[in-house]
């Protein structure tokens, strides 16, 4: 009964921060969590870890950053264990990872729906990945809103909103001139004493809240019904439409780079004379080797075939094993593609190819 | 560019309705601004969609690639485009019968994409204005001019080789075109320039722009130079390279990818453009393509040169060779 109330109050939970006070709730954040933010780079904004050194913390201008937070739950490289030769023996070392309680500061709702599909992947079958976990479980977002959606983006396609609070333990909602702070989940809770001091939201603060969620949506120029995407799909395996969308295609990995849900990983080991070590890196479906099999066949062995994958596994595969969407329309990978190759055209070929059919 | 895009819909109009290739490949407008799409112009119709500009980034040789032998196939290309076509006829990759070349002059270059997302900070912009060599880019919360000197790639700001050297089709320009520079100054300066800096400080530079690289290939997919069946980075039987981001693994394939570009690469720079980390390390490229002309003056390359790495002569220059005292 206790715990039902406490979930009450979290819904409640909102209070108005001027916009002069972030810095001070940052302070006070980093005495207890380590915090990656928005930072500005020389010719870029990138999420990096906070320098609590540093004066005074002020969000950079953005809309979304070029490349998602991913990579600090899901290292590009990651040490699995590593080994050492001793005399005739092998020494195995288990990974030693120090992991501080740490929140990712300023995600959009994208990147954080992004985390969700990510914690559903990384816990399906019989095993749940403790690389993948040692880190997420030790990890609470703060997201914030999102008042201008990029050109390129499209999550009220797939589930999503500007202002949508899923997957995150508190957000931020930026009126213009102050801040909205909302806790989310039960883990957000903890934040509740951070923002304490500080007054409860007003009525009407909530309706200018609900004006700029509106708006922001409205923002949003594509849009697309995706409710019959697994059944479409199911039904186009075979279809012409692959070597038509795949002949534009080049075959490099840029767009499963910068996708935040993307999380195919390959295991390599590196070594010498004595030791070496074991990881878990990156990988990526559009190579040709992604596939490769042991005898030398590829049933992927064409552009065709590998783009019909990115898609099918995002929209058919996850759908059949999750029942979730393996997408969360940031667009990046229609910024990033050398041939500016639009998932969103390939999925509004798909629609119609299967209404036709 | 009126009168090039008059010329241009008039040939591939000609070779499209009088079936003389199965397709004409070309650019069309992108979804987002900036950027363009390889367009294969099948129908009279799709001559509309048809677009040639500052931004056609592509260099889209790579593309001929895939088609099989005896296909007939018109494409649009600068000169660049058409020395790495070259190259690959050379190398017998490609017949040149099956290629109908439509040449055109080359103004002042194509911009980098990557170049005006650095100089705006990472932003994004939502429309772009041109006025005479300035780019005025627009966002939600800046606007920012910037000239196309700035933003053009950068072997463009030092290329004279403008006009086409193969072709079936010469499209009309207007005028001779130039580079954008005001001065006449040697197409190589860069690399001279750079050349003047310290090992170390070279080093610091290559070094910083490769811990940027993610290996997702945009490069090596990009260049039509780059052929191989099966790249030396993706055997696995032997493996030579461990697939981790480490700096000695990145730098294990760009300068195997230099070396293997080495008298043969042609700076259409389309694989700096496409490189989602907006790396530059075409000096690299530009420096090996500096020795070929230095030594067997073979930077501009034509129809049945040899190739520098694949021929050898008696008087080749060996000063790169280590001497036993």
């Known amino acids: 009964m206790v715990k039902k109330k406490e979930k009450q109050d979290n819904q409640t939970f909102e209070k108005i921060i001027p916009k002069d006070k972030l810095d001070s709730l940052i302070k006070g954040l980093n005495k207890d969590f380590k915090l990656i933010v928005p930072k500005e780079t020389e010719d870029d904004i990138e999420f990096d870890y906070l320098d609590s050194d540093k004066e005074e913390y002020q969000f950079p201008e953005y809309q979304n950053l070029r490349v998602s937070p991913k990579k600090f739950l899901f290292p590009r490289k990651e040490v699995l264990y590593s080994f050492e030769k001793e005399g005739t023996n092998i020494k195995i070392k288990e990974k030693e990872e120090l992991i501080e309680d740490q929140v990712i500061f300023g995600i959009r709702s994208c990147d954080a729906r992004s985390y969700k599909i990510l914690d559903t992947f990384f816990s399906s079958g019989k095993y749940s990945d403790p690389y993948y976990f040692s880190k997420r479980n030790k990890t609470l977002l703060i997201g914030l809103a999102c008042n201008e959606p990029m050109t390129a983006c499209f999550c009220t396609s797939v589930g999503g909103a500007p202002f949508s609070s899923e997957g995150l333990d508190a957000i931020l909602y930026d009126l213009g001139d102050k801040y909205i702070f909302k806790i989310i989940s039960e883990k957000g809770s903890a934040f509740s004493k951070y923002v304490s001091e500080y007054p409860d939201v007003k009525k009407a603060d909530l309706k200018k809240k609900e004006e700029w969620a509106k708006s922001a949506r409205d923002k949003i120029k594509f849009d697309i019904n995706l409710d019959n995407i697994e059944k479409d799909l199911d039904g186009l395996f075979e279809s012409d439409i692959w070597s038509k969308v795949s002949r534009r295609c080049i075959s490099c990995g840029a767009c499963s780079y910068v996708c935040p849900t993307c999380h195919c990983f390959d295991v390599q080991e590196q070594s010498d004379k004595n030791g070496g070590k074991r990881v878990r890196i990156w990988d990526n479906c559009q190579a040709s080797i992604f596939t490769l099999e042991a005898s030398g066949h590829n049933p992927r062995n064409s552009g065709r075939e590998r783009t019909r994958q990115r898609i099918y596994h995002k929209f058919n595969y996850y759908l059949k094993n999750y029942k979730i969407l393996g997408c969360v329309g940031c667009g990046r990978c229609i910024k990033v593609c050398p041939t500016n190759r639009d998932i969103r055209e390939t999925l509004k070929a798909v629609v119609e190819a299967a209404e036709k059919a | ?325």
């Open chain 2, 1 to 325: 560019m009126e009168q090039i895009k008059k010329s241009l819909n008039e040939i591939v109009k000609s070779l499209i309705s009088e079936k003389k290739v199965e397709y004409v490949f070309g650019f069309e407008e992108g979804t987002l601004p900036l950027k363009s799409v390889p367009l294969y112009i099948e129908k009279e119709e799709d001559i509309d969609r048809m677009i040639w500009n500052e931004y056609c980034n592509l260099n889209l040789v790579k593309f001929l690639l895939e088609e099989p032998h005896g296909k007939k196939i018109g494409i649009i290309l600068k000169n660049c485009e058409i020395r790495s076509l070259i190259v690959l006829i050379n190398e017998n990759q490609i017949n040149r019968e099956d290629i109908v070349i439509i040449g055109v002059p080359c103004s002042y270059g194509i911009i980098d994409f990557n170049k005006v997302s650095k100089l705006i900070g990472g932003k994004e912009f939502t429309e772009f204005k041109k006025n005479g060599n300035d780019y005025t880019f627009k966002g939600v919360d800046f606007e920012k001019t910037i000239k196309l000197q700035d933003i053009l790639s950068n072997s463009c700001v030092y290329c004279k080789d403008k006009n086409p050297v193969e072709y079936d089709y010469l499209v009309e320009a207007p005028i001779e075109f130039k580079t954008i520079q005001e001065e006449d100054i040697d197409e190589y300066l860069d690399v001279i320039e750079f050349e003047k800096k310290k090992p170390k400080e070279r080093w610091e530079y290559f070094k910083k722009e490769l811990e940027k690289c993610t290996l997702c290939m945009a490069c090596r997919e990009s260049c039509p130079l780059c052929y191989c069946k099966v790249c030396f980075i993706d055997s696995n039987q032997p493996q030579w390279f461990d697939k981790t981001e480490d700096l000695s693994e990145k730098l294990l394939f760009h300068m195997t990818r230099a070396i293997h570009l080495a008298g043969r690469c042609i700076m259409c720079e389309a694989c700096t453009r496409a490189c989602p980390e907006g790396i530059n390390i075409h000096l690299l490229y530009k420096k090996l393509r500096k020795m070929s002309k230095d030594r067997w003056n073979a930077d501009k390359i034509e129809l049945g040169d040899p190739s520098v790495l694949g021929s050898y002569k008696i008087d080749d220059p060996q000063e790169f060779m280590v001497k036993e005292d």
